[in-house]
């Protein structure tokens, strides 16, 4: 198991690579939820309660994985 600034630490990296990468990964996983760990997608899922499940039957603990929805090209989210 991670230390808290491990965790903190590949959490950085995975969001930078998202980051870098996002306009490619919404065009292939559009309106999906995607996990990323050590920079590689690992998982997509439509909903997060099946992203969960299929961590889960990798055997890759959520807690060290960057969970990111991806929402459609047009969609506008308000924080």
Known sequence: MLSD??????SEKNFRWFQERSGQIRE???NQIIAIKDQKIVASAKTYK??????EQKGIDSSEVLIESISSKNEITIL
């Open 5 to 10: 600034l491990e965790l903190l630490d590949v």
């Open 28 to 30: 292939e996983f559009e």
């Open 50 to 55: 099946e992203l969960l499940a299929l961590l």
